[in-house]
């Protein structure tokens, strides 16, 4: 019943953004999850103590803050109908950009969900194959990954415009492209474990 009660990361999320957005954000890598072995454990010792005890789960997985069912107010909102990031801190925007995002035309898009960032790496070479099967090699100067499948966030030098419509015909391979000007500020902001949701 607690991992009834607690548990989200399977969850799909329908909540206001701080966009002031109605979303509907699928269930991803981000939340949290009760560590159920660990807390029988933990509830036959609190009994046999007798003692009247108040405390938090024993979570398996946590999130980032305070335990929440939505995103809290400290998250990255990526919007891929408006082709905006905006990054959230403590409920205030801390930053706001245009992005492209993959693109539904040509199969490569955006997996929509509840994630965080993994990791923070300067000075990388992304690999992957284009739709038409052939190779390609970008270096980039910042990325963020967010999921475990090689998505996230970069600055794309490669890209003169972003925002409007761009995605639905020259989209990403899936990342959140980002501009040059802009990438290091989130970079620089946005720490490890920071929750992202991404929708539409």
Not at 58 to 71: H, I, K
Not at 150 to 173: K, L, P
Not at 183 to 196: F, G, H, Q, S
Request: with cysteine; proline share 4%; aromatic share 12%.
């Amino acid at each position: 019943k607690l991992a009834d009660k607690y548990d989200n990361i399977n969850s799909t999320r329908e909540f206001r953004s701080l966009t002031g957005k109605d979303v509907t954000v699928p269930p991803g890598t981000y939340g949290w999850m009760i560590d159920q072995g660990a807390e029988v454990k933990k509830l036959i010792k609190d009994i046999e103590s007798s003692g009247n005890i108040s405390r938090a789960p024993v979570f398996a997985a946590t999130g980032y803050g305070e335990y929440t069912r939505d995103m809290g107010d400290t998250y990255i909102d990526v919007d891929i109908s408006t082709q905006e990031v905006n990054f959230y801190k403590d409920g205030k925007l801390i930053f706001s950009s245009p992005c492209v995002t993959g693109s539904r035309a040509t199969g490569t898009v955006t997996d929509v969900g509840a994630y965080y960032i993994l990791n923070k790496i300067q000075n990388v070479v992304l690999k992957g194959r284009n739709v038409d099967d052939t190779e390609y090699e970008s270096p980039v100067s910042y990325w963020m990954g967010t999921t475990w499948t090689g998505e996230g966030f970069h600055d794309a030098s490669w890209r003169g415009s972003f925002g409007g419509s761009i995605w639905t015909y020259n989209g990403s391979h899936g990342c959140i492209n980002m501009p040059t000007w802009r990438m290091p500020e989130l970079y620089e902001k946005a720490d490890v474990d920071i929750p992202v949701a991404v929708h539409y």
